[in-house]
C-alpha cells in the first residue's frame, strides 16, 4: 500500500507513525506529495475528490481517506488492537481523544494558511483568533482532562503527539509548553518513540 503526503502535514504524520506502530513500515510505501490549498493535484485527485493529504492507495488501487480512515484501516490490516481496542468505554474515550487533536491540528492548519498562504489584503484577524483560541482550549482539556488516556499508545495519543509536534514546528510562538506540565511530559516521552524519530518534520 502507498500514502500520498508530506510528512509536515501533521495528518500525514499521524498516519505514518501509526503505520510505524501498527508494525507495518515494510508494507507502507511513502509518496511525497506537496499540496497547496488553491491548487488541486492530479495524482490526489484520481484517488479521491477531495484531493487533500494523507490519502492512501490500497493494493487493490483503491483510495482510502481521510487519515481517521486511514488510521482505523491500518488498525484493520495489523491486528494491533491495542492502538484502538475494541471495548466500548475505552474504544470511544480514544475517538474523542483523537478527534479533539485533529480538531485542534485543523485549527493551526487553518492558522498557517491564513497567516502565510493567504494574500495579505484579504487576511482575516477574527478567524486567526478564533482558530488560536480553539486550539489554546484544547490543549486546555488535553491538560486537565486526558493524562489518563495519553498514558497509552494509542491513535489518540499519536494524533496528539503529531499535533503537538505541528504547532512547535509552524506555531512556536504560542509557547503552549508554559502552564501545561502534564501535557509537557506527555509529548517529551510519546517522541522519544521510534516511530515518531522514524518520521521528524524536517
Ligand atoms: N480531514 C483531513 C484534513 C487533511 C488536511 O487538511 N490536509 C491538508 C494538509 S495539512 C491539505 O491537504 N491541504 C491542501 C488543501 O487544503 O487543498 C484529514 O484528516 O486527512
Request: glycine share 6%; charged share 25%.
Amino acid at each position: 500500500m502507498k500514502i500520498y503526503g508530506d510528512v509536515v502535514s501533521p495528518f500525514v504524520r499521524m498516519c505514518l507513525v501509526t503505520a510505524h506502530e501498527a508494525g507495518l513500515k515494510d508494507r507502507v510505501v511513502f509518496v511525497k506529495t506537496s499540496v497547496k490549498p488553491q491548487e488541486v493535484n492530479p495524482d490526489l485527485r484520481r484517488l479521491s475528490p477531495i484531493a487533500k493529504v494523507p490519502v492512501l492507495e490500497t493494493d487493490h488501487g483503491h483510495g482510502v481517506h481521510d487519515s481517521r480512515v486511514i488510521m482505523e484501516y491500518l488498525v484493520h490490516v495489523s491486528g494491533e488492537t491495542n492502538l484502538l481496542p475494541h471495548d466500548g468505554v475505552k474504544r470511544f474515550r480514544i475517538l474523542t481523544l483523537q478527534a479533539m487533536a485533529q480538531g485542534a491540528a485543523d485549527a493551526a492548519v487553518s492558522l498557517r494558511y491564513e497567516q502565510a498562504a493567504r494574500p495579505e489584503d484579504r487576511r482575516w484577524p477574527e478567524l486567526q483568533e478564533r482558530q488560536k483560541q480553539r486550539l489554546l482550549d484544547t490543549l486546555d482539556d488535553l491538560e486537565g482532562s486526558w493524562a489518563e488516556t495519553l498514558r497509552e499508545t494509542t491513535l489518540g495519543a499519536i494524533c496528539t503527539a503529531c499535533m503537538l509536534g505541528y504547532i512547535d514546528f509552524r506555531h512556536a510562538y504560542l509557547n503552549w509548553r508554559t502552564g501545561r506540565p502534564g501535557l509537557s511530559s506527555f509529548e517529551k516521552d510519546f517522541v522519544a518513540r521510534a516511530s515518531m524519530k522514524a518520521w521528524p518534520l524536517t
